[in-house]
């Protein structure tokens, strides 16, 4: 049974820093992953996809490594904001044909000015 | 750019309603789901529907629950008899075709179970 486990559960730091969110699943038979963003009583915004086949892909400051023979994902974000701030969340798509998606508890960030 | 709506925002309801939260997915989508996120909790997967039917549901989606996409466009859950344990934030979401696809989300309904 898939397991995704997000590190840390919360961040907390200074603009403009670099900073890196980490992300581990206990099954290396995915299809992708997916990382989101969710405001504090908000809905969940797709921030970056990547497919089994793919290293990383980059959306502006963002930044999304995969590998899977190691069961991690990290999401890197440069010159961080304090509209950064928001938790991050990571979820695996499995090997089932529905498709399901199994996230990670997320990443609490918060980006002081 | 198009997105998936959910309606209401917000559901207040005593224990042991009925309550149908809706959905709009994506137009060109066929791949359709329902999570729920109680508070301070992860987001869970409660059932994915594809074709018409149940492709797969978790646990949690016992008899009391169940989905329909009863026109072309609209995708609901029901919950026949809730429970206080039902409180949570439900979130609709669609894929286009394929399961590589990425998944969209709606802004989700919170329910509120008293």
């Known amino acids: 049974k898939q397991e995704v486990t997000q590190i840390p559960a919360a961040l907390s730091v200074p603009e403009g820093e670099n900073l890196v969110l980490n992300c581990s699943f206990t099954?290396?038979?995915?299809?992708?992953l997916q990382w989101f963003r969710q405001d504090p009583g908000k809905g969940l915004t797709s921030l970056l996809l990547?497919?089994?086949?793919?290293r990383e892909q980059t959306s502006g400051r963002l930044n999304a490594s995969l590998d899977k023979s190691s069961g991690r994902s990290t999401l890197y974000i440069a010159a961080s904001q304090p509209g950064d701030s928001a938790t991050y969340l990571c979820?695996?798509?499995?090997?089932?044909?529905?498709?399901?998606?199994?996230f990670g508890q997320g990443t609490t960030l918060q980006v002081k000015p | 750019e198009p997105e998936v709506t959910q309606t209401p925002s917000h559901q207040v309801t005593q224990m042991g309603q009925e309550v149908i939260l809706r959905c709009v997915p994506i137009?060109?989508?066929?791949?359709f789901y329902w999570y729920r996120q109680i508070l301070g909790q992860k987001v869970e997967f409660l059932v994915s529907?594809?074709?018409?039917?149940?492709?797969?549901k978790s646990e949690i989606f016992d008899d009391q629950f169940s989905v329909e996409r009863p026109d072309g466009s609209n995708f609901t859950l029901k919950i026949r008899s809730t429970k206080l344990e039902d409180s949570a934030m439900y979130f609709c979401?669609?894929?286009?075709?394929?399961?590589?696809?990425?998944?969209?989300f709606g802004p989700g309904t919170r329910l509120t179970v008293l």
């Open positions: 979401a669609s894929t286009g075709q394929g399961q590589y696809n990425e998944q969209f």
């Open positions: 099954d290396s038979a995915i299809y992708n």
């Open positions: 990547i497919q089994s086949s793919q």
């Open positions: 979820a695996a798509k499995g090997q089932s044909n529905t498709g399901k998606l199994i």
């Open positions: 137009s060109n989508h066929l791949y």
């Open positions: 529907f594809y074709n018409n039917e149940i492709s797969e």
